[in-house]
């Protein structure tokens, strides 16, 4: 059974561009969530779609943006780099709610110069 | 706001040894709390999940205890191997919101 995919796994961009991040879940699963990891801050929730309709939304601004397709893939948008998005960004599946247990990709490391 | 603690930041036990990493939680509304095992550079793997009614899970050498009223959870390895050597991160779910809230970490180095 195949797990969480996510895709690249490495990026470097400059500040100011923009950069989409993908996402594949486990299969039947319907839940995917993003989450930013940084040294200083650790792991923060950035956003949850369910059934391509954006459920929750952590504290990140609307530069952030993601969306939900109808396979359950999902697609994360940061606009306007800056410095301070150089994270991984880990992806999180899980089947349906809030009781299920969340499996996370390898993550996409995100370099901003 | 939940906020959620591991004690300690790192730990270096020699092979063999038996350990207890925690993890307290302010909100004991919790709905689940996972545990979580993060080797350098790489996503996150998941080790046991406890549901709110549960006290406890066991998978192998790992245990998983949870005492929703104290606000503390701990994991438990027995038999510590080099392999075990990573950051173990709990996180919680609270309410039905599907969002983890995460512990800053315990950095494990299991030594030869």
């Known amino acids: 059974k195949a797990g969480v995919t996510q895709t690249p796994r490495y990026l470097i961009k400059t500040r100011g561009q923009q950069v989409t991040l993908s996402c594949s879940p486990i299969?039947?699963?319907?839940?995917v969530s993003w989450y930013q990891q940084t040294p200083g801050q650790g792991l923060q929730f950035l956003f949850e779609?369910?059934?391509?309709?954006?459920?929750n939304k952590g504290n990140f601004p609307g530069r952030f943006s993601g969306r939900q397709f109808s396979n359950s893939r999902s697609e994360m948008n940061v606009s306007t780099l800056e410095l301070g998005d150089s994270a991984l960004y880990l992806c999180?599946?899980?089947?349906?709610?809030?009781?299920?247990?969340?499996?996370f990709g390898q993550g996409t490391r995100l370099t901003v110069v | 706001k939940q906020e959620v603690t591991q004690i300690p930041a790192a730990l270096s036990v020699p092979e063999g040894e038996n350990l207890v990493l925690n993890c307290s939680f302010t909100d004991s509304a919790i709905y689940n709390l996972q545990w979580f095992r993060q080797d350098p550079g790489k996503g996150l793997t998941s080790l046991l999940l406890i549901q709110s009614s549960q006290r406890e899970q066991t998978s192998g050498r790992l245990n998983a205890s949870l005492d929703k009223s104290s606000g503390r959870s701990t994991l438990y390895i027995a038999a510590s191997q080099p392999g075990d050597s990573a950051t173990y991160l709990c996180?919680?779910?609270?309410?039905?919101?599907?969002?983890?809230?995460f512990g800053t970490g315990t950095r494990l180095q299991v030594t030869l």
């Open positions: 996180a919680v779910i609270i309410g039905t919101a599907s969002k983890l809230t």
């Open positions: 779609y369910f059934s391509e309709t954006q459920r």
């Open positions: 999180a599946s899980k089947r349906y709610t809030s009781q299920t247990e969340a499996f």
């Open positions: 299969s039947g699963h319907r839940s």
